[in-house]
């Protein structure tokens, strides 16, 4: 029990504290720092964990490949249950196929699996985050992005730091000790960001959104124990794939419905609720995952 309260009492702490900042009434610039996140922070920490990766590249890409078919997995229940119930597909298949891998999936994976689970959860990042800049935002906008993230900087930050990886080169001590100290920043500023996100975004439809939040986070709590067998994954690169698959609706969705005009309540509505729902499956979760 120790293992899980110290693996899950920081993430929703300071996510909170980043609710209370923004219920108070108090200046934080999401703006701002949701730029800083993207644009350096998140890249940061994408490059130095896979530059300084000692993950083997079949490795690498076993965990490329099992979150790709996760995804797949996601959209093809997605696309059935939203047929079956009559919903837009552009609304709600986004918030269905793309978990929050990073503002939570980072910090859980890191406080429970360690340095280790840390390294092997960035891969399954890089990945999501890949598909929900491309696939995500053309599915929501109703059209190809492909222009707009060419311009991520992500995108760049983990061919790098797989090829950095794969050549065997070694970081310069300078540039070492400053992507450290990025990377260090950049998780709290997510959960103080997904904190003042939560307490600024109204919930509309508390029922549709608890039935598919409750189904984005089973779909893949389904998907990592079943990719994990599979594939074969065990210890901390185990722990970090199941948890990074069962996060809920990533922001990123309701960033990109607000962007097209694409019912952002209704998809501000599945990241609340999907989120609060978290707060009980992850310790349910880890319970099984930390022994």
């Not at 199941?242 to 609706?249: D, K, T, W, Y």
């Amino acid at each position: 029990m120790s293992v899980i309260l110290s693996a899950v009492l920081p993430v929703f702490i300071t996510a909170l504290l980043g609710f209370a900042v923004a219920r108070t009434g108090r200046i934080f610039d999401n703006r701002t720092v949701a730029l800083l996140v993207a644009n350096i922070g998140t890249p940061s920490l994408v490059f130095y964990n896979l530059a300084k990766t000692n993950v083997p590249p079949q490795t690498m890409l076993t965990i490329a490949a099992a979150t790709t078919l996760a995804i797949v997995f996601y959209l093809m229940v997605g696309i059935g249950v939203l047929t079956a119930s009559g919903l837009r597909w552009r609304t709600f298949l986004p918030s269905l196929a793309f978990p929050n891998s990073g503002n939570l999936g980072l910090p859980l994976a890191l406080y429970s699996a360690g340095e280790e689970g840390l390294k092997f959860a960035v891969l399954v990042f890089a990945v999501t985050s890949i598909f929900n800049l491309t696939l995500g935002q053309a599915i929501a906008a109703g059209r190809g992005q492909l222009a707009n993230v060419l311009k991520s900087p992500i995108v760049p930050a983990v061919f790098l730091g797989v090829a950095f990886s794969w050549a065997g080169i070694t970081l310069p001590l300078w540039a070492e000790n400053t992507l450290s100290m990025l990377s260090g920043l950049t998780i709290p500023l997510m959960l103080l960001m997904l904190g003042t996100s939560l307490a600024k975004i109204k919930v509309t439809s508390f029922g549709r959104s608890t039935a598919l939040g409750a189904l984005r986070i089973a779909m893949g709590i389904a998907a990592g124990f079943a990719l994990a067998a599979l594939f074969g994954f065990t210890g901390p690169e185990r722990i970090a794939f199941i948890l990074q698959c069962a996060m809920p609706v990533a922001v990123y969705n309701y960033f990109f419905a607000q962007m097209y005009d694409n019912e952002p309540e209704e998809v501000a509505s599945l990241v609340v609720v999907s989120t609060l729902i978290s707060a009980a499956t992850v310790p349910a979760l880890l319970a099984v995952l930390v022994k």
